[in-house]
């Protein structure tokens, strides 16, 4: 992509960078570099919400809005309540027209505001997508997340065929866009709920009007030591069936069925994953939610009898994948018991910078 070598300035800020930050002392000042460093810094706010962090994440904060000494900086502490908490607390900080959100561990990658801030400036697009790189605990590049598609790049109305590239492949990520503000005006993140991308961003993009698509990767979302097979509970699996009955609820209200059927079933499939990730005592459990599940489609569709009959196929199709992926989690597992009797975790130690 090719940058302008002539930045303009703007007179006030266009986008509002939300960072929900919890025991996130050894990342968060480079979170917060990867904002601060970047070009069009007087278009950019930061508000930083501690969601009652027990480590030096606050101080961290403070040292590198000490540091920055420009005023486009909030800091707000709360009491611990929780990802969803800490974002709406930001949300309702917001006083630009645009809204962006990052995890206090993430960082936006060099380009983000050359790409993005100019595509603001005429307030012409609801959304801007862009792509994502996974890298590791030390920065090393793993690999990407394709929100964006090869040839899809550019804007465009938000139209069916925008909702149903959305929902064919469900990135849900919320740092993985930029949006209007007023689109969260009824679509806060509920509180107390896992999987709340998954909850919210649905109606987000029925709300929209435009998109605007940037296939290069923006953000460095950060892979931890030991996520890739970390155990799932009961309630991973329950809060999806409630994002579940969510979608199944429009349907009922006759908004976009064909859509919130999708949502419904992209819920569904990442509940039979979570379900094969469970401890062996809350696995019987697991699997009678997902048939709930199942019950729950069948129950609001019964007067669409084709449609059910072509999903619950899908629906059960998913279900005999839960099996397998028990097996290759079991199998993970053992490889991860087997590395941490040879690996010798440390605490991770404050960076200051990401120079």
Same mark, same amino acid.
């Given at each position: 992509m090719s940058i302008d070598t002539h930045t303009p300035r703007y007179e006030a800020p266009l986008l509002t960078i939300v960072v929900a930050a919890y025991n996130v002392e050894g990342y968060i000042e480079e979170a917060l570099a990867s904002v601060l460093g970047q070009p069009y810094g007087e278009a950019i706010r930061l508000v930083v919400v501690d969601d009652g962090s027990t480590d030096d994440t606050y101080a961290a904060v403070q040292a590198a809005?000490?540091? %920055? @000494? =420009?005023?486009?900086?909030?800091?707000?502490r709360q009491e611990n309540a929780g990802v969803s908490a800490a974002r709406n607390r930001g949300l309702a900080a917001v006083n630009t027209p645009y809204v962006g959100f990052l995890d206090g561990d993430d960082i936006y990658l060099a380009g983000f505001s050359t790409a993005v801030v100019p595509k603001l400036a005429d307030l012409a697009w609801d959304i801007i997508e862009y792509n994502?790189?996974?890298?590791?605990? %030390? @920065? =090393?590049?793993l690999e990407d997340i394709e929100v964006v598609p090869a040839g899809s790049e550019g804007g465009t109305r938000m139209d069916d065929a925008g909702r149903r590239q959305f929902v064919d492949l469900f990135h849900t990520f919320v740092w993985a866009r930029v949006f209007r503000t007023s689109l969260f005006g009824i679509a806060s993140f509920p509180v107390?709920?896992?999987?709340?991308?998954?909850a919210v961003m649905p109606s987000i993009y029925m709300r929209a009007h435009s998109v605007f698509r940037i296939s290069s990767p923006l953000l460095g979302y950060r892979r931890r030591?030991?996520?890739?097979?970390?155990?799932?509970?009961?309630?991973?699996?329950?809060?999806?069936?409630?994002n579940g009955l969510e979608?199944?609820?429009?349907?009922?209200?006759?908004?976009?069925?064909?859509?919130?059927?999708r949502v419904f079933n992209k819920n569904f499939e990442r509940a039979c994953h979570v379900g094969a990730r469970v401890d062996s005592g809350s696995f019987r459990e697991a699997l009678d939610t997902l048939f709930a599940m199942a019950a729950d489609r069948r129950k609001a569709c019964s007067d669409q009898?084709?449609?059910?009959?072509?999903h619950n196929a899908e629906l059960g199709r998913l279900h005999l994948k839960v099996g397998m992926d028990r097996l290759v989690y079991l199998i993970k597992r053992m490889v991860k018991k087997a590395l941490r009797r040879r690996l010798d975790r440390q605490a991770r130690p404050r960076r200051h910078s990401i120079n």
């Open positions: 809005m000490k540091r %920055d @000494g =420009r005023k486009h900086v909030e800091l707000i994502v790189t996974i890298i590791d605990d %030390d @920065g =090393r590049r107390a709920r896992h999987y709340e991308d998954m030591f030991g996520s890739i097979t970390q155990q799932a509970s009961l309630r991973d699996i329950k809060d999806l069936r409630t979608a199944l609820a429009h349907c009922r209200h006759g908004e976009a069925a064909d859509f919130w059927l009898a084709r449609a059910t009959r072509r």
